[in-house]
């Protein structure tokens, strides 16, 4: 078994538990803290985690890695020591955000989430504070996995992010009576120290080199600063449009925050375990394969029919049993059967994004590999200005559930529009060989949906408790699935079969 075959199957399985723990440590702050103006605070403020880990896992990696692979194939002898100048110069960059941050917290805030209930406000901006003081280790365990990538290490990284998940949920289980609220980003910033060790320990027993040298060559620092910039700007459209979402939900309801986050952290599994395992080796082979046009086409044709084939299927099942799934991992304690109906409500409205926006990493993707950052940028910024015009037009009459709809429909345009793109370069006969390929998974994720709301309504299992229906339903969707698969797409089902086989 290779090397890169042994890799996606320790990440995709750490991802697999990455997304467990999560759940448990969404489990512990609904049962401790409900669906409340705290639980809406930790959001607001984690936002901002979210957005550096994503300049740097997405901007960053996206620009950074293909060159890095491409210089180390040339036998460039610099390539290390550019490599350790651009991590040092990053981390001075990270210092003086962190302190910026800790410092201003109490001003950009409240300026960005605007009308937030004053005690959201309070704990938001605590807690804003407390992130940035440690916002330099945070971004150096993001940095660093994208040098791991470099080595084809792909573990550690994964256990680097679930030690900061369970260093929350231990900690909010722990400590929750001492700290409140405030646990939980202790304990993700104890967990994070600890991920960064693991890192770095890898990193180092690998045959990189790390040198305190802040020296680049020109070239490759110029070449790298012309990237970067676009690539940063469309690392944050994203969290851009979720700042202007979380900015119309404050200023709805109390808990809005919490419902929309409770369901997007549903509709992310599959996409959080593409992003992390799937997606980070694809992208390292199709940086290797540029040159090599068929071999390029052939890796983004894979990338998206493991995309739809596992994709579909998901939605269409948590179209169905989504009410036990929200139930089973959220209704307890101070988290009511409303918080969980709320919760659902918003579950439905983000299907969409779970299909769309798993192929659009794959798209993404391979224009990157392709140094088409600027491309990318141009399609993605345009996302905000939709996402803005239907949060004005829909929020004021509809509410909070009208965010979800507007999430959906960027999704869905975003996927189009790079369909559009990257096709264009690849081909129609590509194009064609997708449609085909995507029309004979839909038939038998249709016929699982149907025959898992049939078993539903026969058996009366909306009477049970969420776990009994998860364990009954969910096998019975696999089965039928498999088999439809097998019948309707034998050659795709024999592939997936074939790599579970071969891990």
Do not use: C, H
């Amino acid at each position: 078994m290779s090397n890169l075959k042994k890799a996606a199957i320790w990440t995709t399985l750490l991802a697999l538990v990455l997304k467990v723990s999560g759940f448990i440590r969404e489990a512990i702050v609904s049962k401790q803290f409900g669906a409340s103006a705290e639980t809406d605070a930790y959001f607001l403020a984690f936002g901002f985690i979210t957005l550096v880990v994503a300049m740097i896992s997405t901007g960053f990696n996206n620009v950074f890695l293909p060159m890095y692979v491409k210089s180390r194939k040339a036998g460039d002898p610099n390539s290390d020591a550019n490599a350790n100048a651009l991590l040092n110069w990053t981390m001075m960059l990270f210092f003086a955000v962190s302190f910026l941050g800790w410092n201003f917290a109490g001003s950009f805030v409240p300026f960005i989430y605007g009308d937030m209930a004053p005690a959201t406000e309070v704990l938001a901006v605590e807690m804003t504070e407390l992130f940035f003081a440690f916002m330099t280790v945070i971004a150096l365990g993001a940095l660093l996995d994208s040098y791991l990538q470099s080595r084809r290490i792909f573990v550690p990284s994964q256990v680097a992010k679930l030690l900061a998940t369970l260093g929350a949920a231990l900690f909010a289980l722990l400590f929750s009576d001492v700290w409140g609220i405030f646990s939980l980003v202790y304990g993700f910033i104890a967990g994070t120290a600890v991920g960064v060790t693991v890192q770095v320990i890898a990193l180092l027993r690998s045959d990189y080199e790390w040198k305190l040298t802040f020296k680049m060559d020109r070239a490759f620092r110029n070449t790298f600063i012309a990237l970067i910039i676009p690539s940063l700007l469309n690392s944050v459209v994203g969290q851009i449009n979720l700042f202007v979402n979380r900015y119309f939900a404050s200023g709805t309801e109390e808990a809005a925050v919490t419902y929309l986050n409770n369901a997007s952290l549903i509709t992310s599994i599959p996409n959080a375990i593409y992003a992390t395992t799937l997606a980070a080796i694809i992208f390292t082979l199709m940086s290797e394969q540029t040159d090599n046009v068929v071999k390029f086409r052939e890796t983004v044709f894979r990338g998206m029919e493991v995309s739809v084939v596992t994709l579909v299927p998901i939605a269409v099942g948590l179209l169905v049993v989504g009410d036990a799934a929200v139930a089973f991992i959220y209704e307890r304690g101070k988290f009511t059967p409303d918080d969980t109906a709320n919760t659902y409500l918003v579950l439905l409205l983000y299907l969409p994004i779970i299909i769309f926006q798993g192929m659009q990493l794959i798209l993404s993707k391979s224009m990157y590999a392709r140094g088409k950052t600027a491309v990318v940028f141009r399609i993605s910024v345009t996302t905000i200005a939709i996402n803005i015009a239907m949060n004005w037009l829909l929020v004021d009459k509809y509410g909070y559930p009208a965010l979800a709809v507007s999430a959906s429909i960027v999704s869905v345009y975003y996927f189009t529009v790079s369909m559009i793109v990257v096709y264009n370069d690849l081909g129609m006969d590509e194009f064609k060989k997708f449609v085909r390929m995507a029309s004979r998974v839909v038939l038998p994720a249709t016929i699982m949906g149907l025959s898992v709301w049939g078993a539903k309504q026969l058996f009366g299992a909306t009477e049970w408790l969420p776990i009994i229906q998860l364990a009954v339903l969910v096998p019975i969707g696999v089965i039928v699935y498999a088999i439809g698969l097998r019948i309707f797409y034998r050659d795709g089902f024999n592939r997936f079969v074939g790599l579970v086989r071969r891990s």
